[in-house]
């Protein structure tokens, strides 16, 4: 499975941008697919996750009440709405899936696929 991200950009404090991945998952499948993103001199962190049939969320500290992860899976999309963005938040941000149990949706190894990344830069 090839996943591919897009969607990110430069954007000042305060300002909004939408992350959107294509996930070409057989149709029928339970993947877990998430959003994880990784700054400059820090390890990879979980950012959100949406179950397969998009019932269920998950939000790392950093990423709730401020983001919201969504899919269409007619369409194989994972989407990422970003608001009120820190500076804090400028990192790679990578999309991935995860057919493992849903109680394990923040530990990253259990992603086997990953997209390439797209880059996220706040300005203050």
């Known amino acids: 499975v090839q996943l591919q991200a897009s969607g990110g950009g430069f954007v000042q404090a305060g300002g909004s941008l939408r992350l959107s991945c294509a996930a070409p998952?057989?149709?029928?499948?339970?993947?877990?697919l998430a959003w994880f993103r990784k700054a400059p001199g820090k390890d990879r962190e979980f950012v959100a996750a949406?179950?397969?049939?998009?019932?269920?969320?998950n939000y790392g500290d950093s990423a709730k009440g401020r983001f919201t992860i969504s899919r269409d899976n007619a369409k194989n999309t994972v989407l990422l709405q970003l608001s009120s963005l820190k500076p804090e938040d400028t990192a790679v941000y990578y999309c991935?899936?995860?057919?493992?149990?849903?109680?394990?949706?923040?530990?990253?190894?259990?992603?086997?696929?990953w997209g390439q990344g797209t880059l996220v830069t706040v300005s203050s």
């Open positions: 991935a899936a995860s057919s493992a149990n849903w109680i394990r949706v923040k530990q990253e190894p259990l992603y086997r696929y």
């Open positions: 998952i057989r149709t029928g499948s339970r993947v877990t």
């Open positions: 949406i179950n397969w049939n998009g019932e269920s969320t």
